[in-house]
């Protein structure tokens, strides 16, 4: 059973900055994808970003793509979401997912495991 624990996010005016981690309790984080979702009231929860469990690829949503970069640091079981040039719509709860495969997938359902999410409010 791998957990997810998360932090960072907050409150930012458009164009600012934020850090998002994704800390893991599983030694063997290395063997895990990881992905980004956010999720707006009302709406589903959408793919932001994902990596391979490597860290050696990334994918990003077209809404994400020039603005965030994830990415992970195996040996300190964590991974990352960076988020610049941020707009009022990128105002969601923010959750990291963790797959037990090589590589990443953009479906929630292909993620066994969630983080608590957290949330990400940006002001115009």
């Known amino acids: 059973q791998v957990q997810l624990v998360q932090s960072g996010g907050g409150l930012v005016q458009a164009g600012g900055s934020l850090r998002l981690s994704c800390a893991a309790s599983e030694r063997s984080f290395s063997s895990y994808a990881i992905a980004w979702f956010r999720q707006a009231p009302g709406k589903e929860r959408e793919f932001v970003a994902a990596?391979?469990?490597?860290?050696?690829?990334?994918d990003y949503a077209d809404s994400a793509k020039g603005r965030f970069t994830i990415s992970r640091d195996n040996a300190k079981n964590t991974a990352f979401l960076q988020m610049n040039s941020l707009k009022p719509e990128d105002t969601a709860v923010y959750l990291c997912?963790?797959?037990?495969?090589?590589?990443?997938?953009?479906?929630?359902?292909?993620?066994?495991?969630w983080g608590q999410g957290t949330q990400v409010t940006v002001s115009s």
């Open positions: 997912a963790a797959r037990r495969a090589l590589i990443m997938r953009r479906a929630p359902n292909d993620y066994e495991y």
């Open positions: 990596v391979t469990s490597s860290g050696g690829l990334a």
